[in-house]
């Protein structure tokens, strides 16, 4: 069983930057596939990134592009998402997530696939 929790959110304003912790205890995350997701009030829950277990490959929404980055800290067992130039659509509660998939594909997008969640971490961006 893996817990995660997720640590940083708040509120900043537009083009802002804020950094975004998840920490995991009850087993090592470094087999994992880790993923960032968020959920805006009214809508369904999407994908944001994720990240391979080595940390050498990533995935990002086309949405965060350029702008976030996924890291992981595999001794510390920690994942981090690295938000800059913060718009008001990216205004959610965003969650990370532990996946057994062996490796970043495309399916890495999917919510089904992911086996832990944390609780969430609300991130408010003011125009």
């Known amino acids: 069983q893996v817990q995660l929790v997720e640590s940083g959110g708040g509120l900043v304003q537009t083009g802002a930057s804020l950094g975004l912790s998840c920490a995991a205890s009850?087993?090592?995350?470094?087999?994992?596939?880790m993923g960032w997701f968020r959920q805006a009030p009214g809508k369904e829950r999407e994908f944001v990134a994720a990240?391979?277990?080595?940390?050498?490959?990533?995935y990002y929404a086309d949405s965060v592009k350029g702008r976030f980055t996924i890291s992981r800290d595999n001794p510390k067992n920690t994942v981090y998402l690295q938000m800059n130039t913060l718009k008001p659509e990216d205004t959610a509660v965003y969650y990370c997530?532990?996946?057994?998939?062996?490796?970043?594909?495309?399916?890495?997008?999917?919510?089904?696939?992911?086996?832990?969640w944390g609780q969430g971490t609300q991130v408010t961006v003011s125009s």
């Open positions: 997530a532990a996946s057994r998939l062996p490796r970043i594909t495309p399916i890495t997008t999917s919510q089904r696939r992911y086996d832990y």
């Open positions: 009850g087993r090592t995350l470094s087999t994992y596939v």
């Open positions: 990240i391979s277990w080595s940390g050498d490959s990533t």
